[in-house]
């Protein structure tokens, strides 16, 4: 494990490599010490926010543009997100490929992507406090790293290990568990070992964000920032992967505390910016901050002009489009004709097409990319308490949303089983572009099923039309470099 400081344009960006020497700058011509980094809090100021600016940046093929990026290949694992080409990205992922190809490129930059992250945040954590400045600034930075830490290692553990079983001892093999620097490849740690030490990173991080304006010190919303709010909606994601419903439930609702539910009209804006209300957690992405050919947008909005865009639209399963009533404002983010979609000059108009996300303009891919919202929070309380038995608290927490969406909406009369297969149908509905998908079916230990959809077999071959949720599939593979360069790992995914 190898690492180095660079000090980027756009202000102190830490870059960590995990176990790769071919990521080594032995002395960049922009580098600065670690010393220097954390002389002071404002500097250390500098790189947390060189991580926010990780999240979305291009790290390497167009595919690789950070976490809008990773959401992307994530819903294309699912059932929800159609393929219309044969040939364009993400096509051996949406075929099940990529991430059982120990070599592939874009398995090799997921992993290094939170690992990368991991580092930067455990150079912050180890550093922060003998800083100068005010114990304000100091909590606030060291709170942020702590939850970056815990995030990234969740998103890893559900990747790159089986799924956690409640109730059970989960001592398969997990992921490395990195909390400190160091150029020694680690073994890895048990999915309980990564979870405990995920949940005590939470729990550190929410103490140490409480009170933490994060307005104070950048412009506008600054939600690319993480406050106590967002610290709290991760511990809400863990607690539902990990089947511990009654603390899901508890951190959602405290967590959307002070955040509103957007208006119709501004579900239909094109979920670009990170000013709406209901934008908990957020990339935040300067109009000169262009990426071009590799934003989330240059992928899954309707209107930019690039070549997946014209060629290779995103569709929605029609089955799915089919339960949103007509009065339901989310059946505008998709045409079942295709006719309104706002496709650039020559591009696709298809079936079922989106209309969800739109980038700033033909010629701009830029906009916000969003990582957490408030209706997802009422949508892990809703399901945290039907899973309890608690049907009045999940029908409310359910109604409060729905009611948002469609004026039309009727309180549900279902209970038990029912009550969450219909709150996991509104998941789908309401999350559709913004990567839980395949997560989702892997937590509820379900199959990937695109049978009888609208999918075209011969887009995702006939491996990929149905998957058994007791697949090794559902593994990602660790990248070969990995392998390699740490022998500390254990074994492969095989």
């Known amino acids: 494990m190898r690492r180095n400081i660079i000090l ?3 202000g102190l960006t830490l870059l960590f490599s995990s176990c790769k020497e071919d990521y080594l700058e032995v002395n960049p011509t922009n580098a600065v010490s670690e010393a220097d980094v954390f002389k002071t809090s404002n500097n250390a100021w500098g790189a947390i ?36 080409t044969s040939n364009q990205w993400f096509i051996q992922t949406y075929r099940w490929q990529m ?18 992250l991991i580092g930067n945040a455990n150079m912050i954590i180890g550093n922060i406090d003998g800083a100068a400045g005010p114990a304000a600034d100091k909590n606030a930075v060291k709170g942020q790293a702590l939850a970056y830490r815990a995030w990234a290692h969740h998103q890893l553990v559900q990747l790159f290990a089986q799924r956690y079983v409640p109730g059970t001892a989960n001592d398969q093999l997990g992921v490395p568990l990195l909390t400190m620097t160091t150029t020694e490849g680690q073994p890895r740690a048990t999915v ?13 991080a929410i103490t140490l964000l409480e009170g933490y304006n994060r307005t104070l010190r950048a412009a506008a919303t600054a939600k690319s920032h ?22 899901a439930a508890r951190f959602a609702a405290e967590a959307r505390q002070g955040f509103s539910l957007m208006s119709n009209a501004q579900y239909q804006e094109g ?29 899954m909005s309707a209107n930019f002009n690039s070549t997946n865009i014209r060629t290779a639209p995103k569709v929605i399963n029609s089955e799915l489009y089919e339960m949103i009533p007509g009065t339901d404002v989310r059946s505008k983010m998709w045409d079942p004709t295709g006719a309104t979609i706002p496709a650039p000059p020559g591009g696709r108009k298809l079936p079922y097409g989106t209309k969800k996300f739109l980038a700033k303009g033909a010629s701009s891919s830029v906009g916000d990319v969003v990582y957490m919202r408030a209706a997802e929070m009422y949508l892990i309380e809703a399901e945290a308490y039907a899973r309890l038995g608690r049907t009045v608290n999940a029908v409310t927490a359910l109604s409060t949303l729905l009611r948002n969406r469609n004026p039309a909406y009727v309180a549900t009369t279902l209970t038990g089983a029912a009550l969450v297969d219909e709150i996991m149908i509104q998941r789908r509905i309401e999350l559709w572009g ?5 997560l989702d079916l892997k937590r509820t230990n ?19 039309m149905f998957i058994p949720a007791n697949s090794n599939l559902w593994q990602f593979l660790i990248p070969q470099s990995e392998i390699n360069a740490n022998k500390a790992i254990q074994a492969q995914n095989d």
């Open 8 to 10: 980027a344009a756009a």
């Open 49 to 84: 926010n060189g991580m926010h600016r990780a999240m979305y940046f291009q790290w390497g093929n167009s595919d690789q543009a950070g976490q809008g990026g990773m959401m992307i290949h994530m819903d294309y694992m699912g059932e929800d997100l159609i393929f219309t």
């Open 99 to 116: 991430h059982r190809t120990a070599n592939a490129s874009s398995l090799e930059w997921a992993y290094y992507l939170y690992y990368r």
């Open 192 to 204: 309980e070992e990564v979870y405990a030490q995920i949940n005590q990173d939470l729990d550190e």
């Open 226 to 247: 993480i406050n106590a709010n967002v610290a709290r909606g991760l511990k809400a994601r863990v607690a539902l992967t990990q089947g511990r419903w009654a603390d």
């Open 271 to 299: 979920f670009n910016d990170v000013n709406n209300p209901e934008w908990m957690w957020g990339s935040d992405q300067a109009d000169d901050q262009q990426t071009f050919f590799h934003s989330f947008f240059a992928f």
């Open 434 to 438: 913004e990567g839980f998908r395949f």
């Open 446 to 464: 379900s199959p990937l099923d695109r049978r009888g959809l609208n999918h075209n077999e011969a887009f995702a071959t006939p491996d990929a």
